[in-house]
């Protein structure tokens, strides 16, 4: 939250609807309307010389993308990058502009992936991996969905994986009428210890109640099986 007001001196080119189903309507559009968008010092107004704020660099650069249930599309095409954030402040004012988790059309995703890696099982560093997921049934959206996928951009971003945050690939919700669900993808599944570690702090930063097991999916394993063969390979 430190730094939202900051970030709301910024002027943006990005048109910002203003009613929910306006926003709704437009979610396709979004993502055009996203497609050139770059946010640079220049956004900054009226800030020159000692008063120009120092934008907080983010260790890594991430990469947004937005999921439209299109059926007329395949999976893949389906997929597009919003914008690639660098730093603290245009993560803010990325996630300022865009419609919470919980008001998307059900069939959406939102996916937040270190810049370069695709955010598909295909691509070659989620490849030897999997994620952590955590299933919401339909009465939890409104009490958790938007909290929890803002506590996973943080962990994300703010690589509060420690030492082992090179496992981090990145993460995905998934909203859903059946039951919404969240994920976050590793880069290795043989990397047992990590994966460990990782589900652990989810569950604490989440505050999962201790006794609520998730479980950790193997990518090559959710490709080629169908869903009733699907073998988690590790709990918390
Ligand atoms: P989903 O969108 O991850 O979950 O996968 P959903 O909608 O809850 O469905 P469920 O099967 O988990 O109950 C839905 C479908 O999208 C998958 O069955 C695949 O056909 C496709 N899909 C999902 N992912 C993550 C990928 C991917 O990484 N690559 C490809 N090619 N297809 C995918």
Partial sequence: MLFRS?????????????????????????????????????DLVGLNGPEKIVKHPLQNSWTLWFFKNDKARSWEENQKPII????????????????????????SDYSL?????????????????????INLDKRQRAEHLDNYWLEILFFLIGEHADQYAFQVNGAVVNVRGKG???????A???????IIRIGKML?????????????????????????????????V
Avoid at 6 to 14: F, G, K, M, N
Avoid at 188 to 194: K, L, M, V, Y
Wanted: proline share 4%; aromatic share 8%; no cysteine.
């Fill in 6 to 42: 900051a970030i709301e001196t910024r002027v943006s080119h990005i048109e910002v609807e203003t009613s929910a189903d306006e926003k709704r309507d437009k979610l396709g559009d979004l993502v055009d309307q996203m497609d050139n968008v770059k946010i640079t010092d220049t």
């Fill in 84 to 107: 690639t954030v660098n730093t603290v402040e245009d993560f803010w004012s990325l996630y300022n502009h865009i419609e919470v988790a919980s008001k998307l059309p059900p069939g």
């Fill in 203 to 235: 569950k604490e930063r989440l505050g999962i109640d201790p006794g609520e097991r998730i479980g950790f999916n193997i990518h090559n394993e959710e490709k080629s099986k169908s869903s009733s063969l699907k073998k988690q390979k590790f709990y």
């Fill in 113 to 133: 992936f270190k810049e370069g890696i695709f955010p598909d099982w295909e691509d070659k560093r989620n490849q030897p991996g999997g994620r952590w997921i």
């Fill in 188 to 194: 290795d599944a043989t990397h047992g210890d990590s």
């Fill in 180 to 186: 919404d669900k969240l994920a976050i993808w590793l």
